[in-house]
């Protein structure tokens, strides 16, 4: 049996710019994931992956979330963070705004984005 990847993410594909950014970071990591490194998955398929951690579709909807290989739980800019860690050229990023000092700004304009892009979402009716 193959190992764990590394980080397992949850997305919701029905989101247009989701989707879009998802597919262009795993056209970046197609080495990794290739490897089992990394995994993308869509939470419309699977809609309790993460009910262990009390994390539902919809929460998915709001936040990228994400289960690192100790099993615990990354959501939101701390799971945008993990997916920088792993991509190739990307790891600046992650010690840029991952950083102690950072990260509270990085989890912040991340939340207020996908606020933002949750509301434009059911607007739009994509669910």
Known sequence: MADAPRLTVWYNTKCPVCDAGINWQTNRLVRAARAGVIAFRDINLEPDALARFGADVEAV??????IDADGRLLVG???AIAIWRH???D???AALL???????????AYDRFADVLY???RRRGHW
Do not use: M
């Open 98 to 108: 991952g950083n102690r000092l950072t990260r509270p700004l990085t989890r912040l």
């Open 61 to 66: 909807r709001r936040r990228l979330h994400g």
């Open 91 to 93: 790891a600046w990023l």
């Open 77 to 79: 800019g701390d799971c």
């Open 87 to 89: 991509t190739p050229g």
């Open 119 to 121: 509301a434009w979402n």
